[in-house]
């Protein structure tokens, strides 16, 4: 083998064990993004937490049966995950900045259509289907926004930006309630159209990340004690200005001379340098290929990872027990007599409960330093209990306290979705395994109210949703230990 070949092969490992990746600030305009991130939050929670009040106002207007009025929520509901591919898919082209803007622009001409509707048919077109899958781009964008611009911190600054969606929880109902009984339904759209026309501004505050080439050898190489990855990161002031350092372009000028020569090599150098230059043309095909693009968009390599498959698996089943929520009031309401008012104060209550989860999440993992699965499996325990608990708490001062409980642990749950995900893939993957996650999550969430109502409608009694939804919570808490014990037992 000739000198120019080893410098060749020498010179190309060492330009690969360089990536750009972007940098997180860990805080100054970070906090700018976390509050932008919470205020999406807000709008999109707030809106489809009170998709149930809306649908009394529709009545109004509308003769066509509840089941039919019923879909705008059921679409809003659902594509606040199911949207996640479109907005992934938007993201590899865009920034995320960019993607905001046009799920607020979206939403904004769907509410405004909505409430010139003059059929249910057209709404669920406009304000169901399209405003939907604006709230569906906003929730995922805005939810993986804040942790990119934190690392250490970014537990903390996930449970802050999903504060704002337990806020939205707690304020939205009262609002839509308000904007109802004085304006109507039509004009309640107006006034909906201009808060998603607000999405543009939260998303303008959304300032692209700067970059670097980090090295990719000594991240491996590099693990503190506690697990965590020190990555060696090429500190040159150029590299956050113009992506690339000096001593990079020098390395990239030899390697494109050295590749220029490599046909004047001696014959077994050539031999070698075509068998290279055949490879590099068939991978060129294959990447080329629209088959292997979108695959590579759907994120379906991430199925290949056992433990991003039981986590997903874990989230499907944590979703199929939310379904709770959503019967919680007819409980009250149908069963235990309760006034409507007090079940609206009880939704209040988990909203605002949900937001103080959210706010600890962050002061446990980051602060604390508790692990972020077994707060997840603890948040599991607590939740499959206080669900089972709930047919048998008939007044109010016995199920508010149990509701409160549930919501906290609900909190943790919620905010550690992006959290878990970040760890099983890491932070470069974090994003399109983020959307995997949230269209199986999406698709559970169409799937579980129906399928409960179903068995209410069949026995007639809310202890079988209840008991469904609790063994459904147990299920989550299965997946999400098998993990751990893989980690345990399987991985060296």
């Keep these: 083998m000739s000198f120019n070949s080893v410098q060749h092969e020498t010179v190309l490992k060492d330009v690969e064990s360089y990536e750009k990746r972007p940098v997180p600030p860990d805080g100054g305009w970070g906090w700018v993004v976390c509050f ?10 707030g809106l489809t937490s009170s998709s149930g009040i809306f649908l009394i106002g529709l009545t109004r207007i509308f003769d066509d049966p509840v089941s039919k009025l019923s879909l705008i929520g ?12 479109v907005a992934n898919m938007l993201l590899v082209y865009f920034s995320h900045r960019t993607v905001i803007i046009l799920a607020g622009l979206l939403g904004f ?7 010139f509707s003059t059929s249910i048919d057209m709404m669920i077109v406009t304000y169901g289907l399209i405003a939907g899958v604006s709230l569906g781009m906003t929730f995922f964008t805005g939810q993986i926004i804040a942790g990119f611009y934190f690392e250490k911190k970014r537990a903390l600054a996930i449970g802050i930006s999903n504060c704002g969606g337990g806020m939205g929880i707690l304020v939205g109902n009262m609002l839509i309630e308000y904007f109802i009984e004085f304006y109507g339904p039509r004009g309640t759209l107006l006034l909906i159209s201009g808060a998603l026309l607000n999405i543009v501004v939260f998303g303008s505050l959304c300032r692209p990340l ?21 990555t060696s990161v090429m500190e040159d002031e150029e590299s956050h200005n113009t992506g690339i350092t000096r001593e990079r372009r020098i390395r990239n000028e030899r390697f494109i001379k050295l590749k220029e020569t490599q046909n004047v090599d001696s014959p077994s150098t050539a031999d070698k340098n075509s068998v290279k230059g055949e490879y590099v043309v068939r991978n060129r095909k294959d990447e080329n290929s629209l088959a292997k693009r979108c695959t590579n968009i759907m994120g379906v390599e991430f199925f290949k990872n056992i433990n991003f498959v039981l986590l997903m698996l874990s989230y499907v089943f944590w979703v199929f027990s939310l379904s709770e929520l959503m019967y919680l009031p007819p409980l009250c309401v149908w069963s235990f007599g ?34 972020s ?8 325990i607590i939740s499959s209990v206080s669900i089972i608990l709930m047919p048998y708490c008939y007044t109010f001062q016995y199920i508010a306290p149990v509701v409160c409980i549930y ?34 999550s999406g698709i559970a969430g169409l799937v579980s109210s129906p399928l409960f109502g179903l068995f209410y409608d069949i026995t007639g009694s809310f202890l079988v949703v209840f008991y469904g939804a609790g063994a459904c919570a147990v299920l989550a808490l299965v997946f999400i230990s098998l993990i751990t014990l893989r980690n345990k037992f399987c991985i060296k």
Excluded: W
Aim: charged share 15%.
């Design 407 to 440: 919501s906290i642990a609900l909190g943790f749950t919620v905010s550690l979705r992006l959290v878990l995900t970040t760890e099983v893939v890491g932070l470069e993957h974090s994003t399109k395994a983020y959307s995997v996650l949230c269209v199986t």
């Design 210 to 230: 700067q970059y670097a080439y980090k090295n990719v050898e000594q991240k491996e190489s590099k693990a503190s004690p506690d697990g965590t990855n020190q």
């Design 338 to 371: 309760m006034t409507q008012k007090k079940s609206a104060i009880l939704m209040s209550l988990h909203g605002l409960f949900t937001t103080i989860g959210e706010l600890f999440l962050g002061v446990f993992v980051d602060l604390l330093h508790f692990r």
């Design 109 to 115: 001409i769907g509410a405004i259509l909505g409430a």
């Design 373 to 380: 699965k077994n707060l997840y499996i603890f948040s599991l």
């Design 36 to 45: 932008a991130a919470a205020s999406l939050c807000f709008i999109v929670n």
């Design 74 to 85: 059921a679409l809003q509901s659902g594509l606040s995950m199911l949207a996640a591919p």
